[in-house]
């Protein structure tokens, strides 16, 4: 059980354009779910908590305008990229929460 | 301060022989929770194990087990009999109350540890 998963795993795009990343919770209904940030040899860092049905809280230096969260029910949270640059490119992994933590694979955004 | 400090960037085990990935937290809430993830190149959290701060007894779980002291703020893993499919990322992470208001929990990571094992 408790078994998350992310849509697109891998994604490249053009700079200046918008991706949109899913995170699903499969069998579980989840309340929370945390988007986080992984960039190459780094540990995970938290960007923003997002909660069904309200706005999502960003972590201090996320630019809420930038990446768009949306968790629009209970088991699925989007996160939107816009106007994705170069520096974007990285390892994006989310988590839906019960009470632990369940990661979803994660999904590697290249942006050219 | 770092809430999550693992100061092994990279450790070397060979095959069958344990090893120590060492963890210490720094948190004034007197409820937490510690858990160690490993990540594989491919990029998954795989959660290996978890240590509550009330717990008196170590955590374990198969060839895994949790060093807790908490008097001197450390939670350093110990993993048995290495195997060559060990050789991943591994991150311990706290958890304390969230600022989000919703019962749920945020999960402050390590820098992670590479640990490579040896045939």
């Known amino acids: 059980g408790a078994v998350v998963s992310q849509h697109p795993s891998r994604v490249i795009c053009k700079s200046g354009t918008s991706v949109k990343i899913e995170c699903r919770s499969l069998?579980?209904?989840?309340?929370?779910m945390f988007w986080y940030r992984q960039f190459p040899k780094q540990s995970l860092m938290l960007m923003a908590t997002s909660n069904e049905g309200s706005k999502a809280t960003y972590e201090q230096g996320v630019e809420k305008d930038k990446f768009l969260i949306n968790h629009a029910s209970l088991t699925l949270s989007t996160l939107t990229v816009t106007s994705a640059h170069p520096e974007d490119s990285s390892f994006y992994i989310c988590?839906?929460?019960?009470?632990?933590?369940?990661f979803g694979p994660g999904t590697r955004l290249t942006v050219t | 301060a770092q809430k999550i400090t693992q100061t092994q960037p990279g450790m070397f085990v060979q095959e069958k022989e344990a090893v120590t990935l060492d963890c210490t937290y720094d948190t004034s809430d007197q409820s937490y929770g510690l858990f160690w993830y490993k990540q594989p190149s491919s990029g998954e959290m795989i959660f290996l194990i978890y240590?509550?701060?009330?717990?008196?007894q170590n955590a374990t779980e198969g060839r895994y087990s949790l060093n807790f002291q908490k008097a001197r703020k450390s939670a350093n893993l110990v993993i048995s009999a290495s195997q060559l499919g060990d050789s991943a990322m591994y991150f311990c992470a706290m958890r304390e109350a969230s600022n989000s208001g919703a019962g749920s929990y945020q999960l402050t990571f390590g820098k992670g540890t590479k640990l490579s094992v040896i045939p």
């Open positions: 240590q509550g701060s009330y717990d008196e």
């Open positions: 069998d579980f209904q989840a309340t929370t």
């Open positions: 988590s839906a929460s019960l009470y632990e933590q369940y």
